[in-house]
């Protein structure tokens, strides 16, 4: 009888030695995985954070706040802008990878019943419309109160789109690609009834619906109807200009600039707020790193620890198996004899003890893979759930094509990382095995036998 029939006839009757290799050999197989898996994936969404738009910096008018006769708190705009040389100038400080002015407007449509706020008439049946150069960069969408679920979000390259909202598109009708005439509104309010302020029309704009939203949060606050958030319009920045409600290259909303890397935001705002073309007494600068320095040192942290616990296991995991090997080799000291004492070589001998651990490790390390897909898609939500942001890539700004990243991406390791781990496991426990065995193999035929009586 060859080593690999003796292997092979140990393995089937000595099922309980077996089974108990297998499952240490699969409980840790699929712990080193799953904390390879959670260090790759900490790695890698910190390194997304850095590439992506990973902070933001907002230029805006300061606002003006009076009291009117009924002593109410009246918030005005002041009438102030900026132009595109200023965005050009500011572009130039560095390192900023898009802008995304934003001005704003209201709008009617005759095929549009807006949905109704508060004292809702006919002449009150409008919606704000907000005119940008990429609607994936607005505050909803990145901050995802809104998501697109239909079509294309706008980009710099599209003329006369908008996005609507799911509830408004299924009040009218209106699906993706659908196209309507909008003309310009102003919302006023006269004799406690919103009213609008330019009854006749000059100005209209065609316009084609690009894509549709849906809100993530419920608007429950009173409104009028230009104010209830499913009457938002996003429009392509042409849209107001030819309602002339807007100028080309002047904007007087926000502006909002996106940065390559977050760890720069303070000292790229810094630049900006030296430019003198810009009047800083009417004009104001807020950041955003969105949370970029809580989630890095969350991840870091959580790197630290798998590490540890990567160390911790490694060693222990090694100490366990060559302990239990060589309990394993003890136990078999007779038959080793036996089989030096006919002739048997102990080559031979080693052959079949490494046949036997190996055999039953590769199967353990084969369906340890499969259970450490389910291990890493349960680790990937509850541990990298909430430090996901929202990582807007720049196929969806630049193409307006949603490219969402998953979360379970980041935990699935490549097929050479889970196979160089595998590797190393099985000389991990080949070594063990050949450990275990030197203090047997190193004795005579008549040693071992004198030892066993």
Known sequence: MNFTQRAMLYISRKKGKTVSLFLVVFVVAVFLISCFGVLNASERL???????????FYIRANTEVQMNENGETEVKENNIHIVQKEIDEIMQTGEIKYYNPINYGFAKSDVIQFIPGDKHTKESN???????????????FTDETAVLTEGKHITEADKGKILISEQLANANKLSVGDTLTLTHAKLGEADGAYIDEIPVKTAYAQVEVLGIYKLNTPDTAIKPTAGVA????????????ELHESETG??????????????????????????????????????????YSKITDQLSSLSDLVKILLVLVSVVSTAFL???????????MQETGILLSVGVSKGQIIGGLLLEVLSVTIIALVLSYITSLCVTGFLGHSLFGELQPNLINEETITAGMQNSLQIENYLKLS??????????????????TFVSSIMIMRLKPKEILSKMS
């Open 250 to 291: 002047v904007y007087t909303g926000e502006v909002d600039f996106y940065i390559t890397d977050p760890a720069k935001l303070e000292s790229i705002t810094r630049n900006v707020q030296i430019l003198q073309s810009i009047d800083w007494t009417t004009h104001f600068i807020r950041t955003n790193d969105f949370q």
């Open 415 to 432: 097929a050479v990382e889970t196979l160089f781990i595998y590797l190393c496991q099985l000389v991990v426990i080949a070594a063990s």
């Open 230 to 241: 499913d009457n938002e319009i996003y429009a392509s920045l042409d849209v107001l200009n």
């Open 46 to 56: 910190s390194r997304d954070i850095r590439i992506s738009l990973g902070a933001a």
């Open 322 to 332: 060559t302990l239990l090997l060589t309990m394993r080799m003890r136990s078999r």
């Open 126 to 140: 409008m919606g704000k419309v907000t005119a940008l150069r990429f609607s994936a960069l607005a505050p909803n």
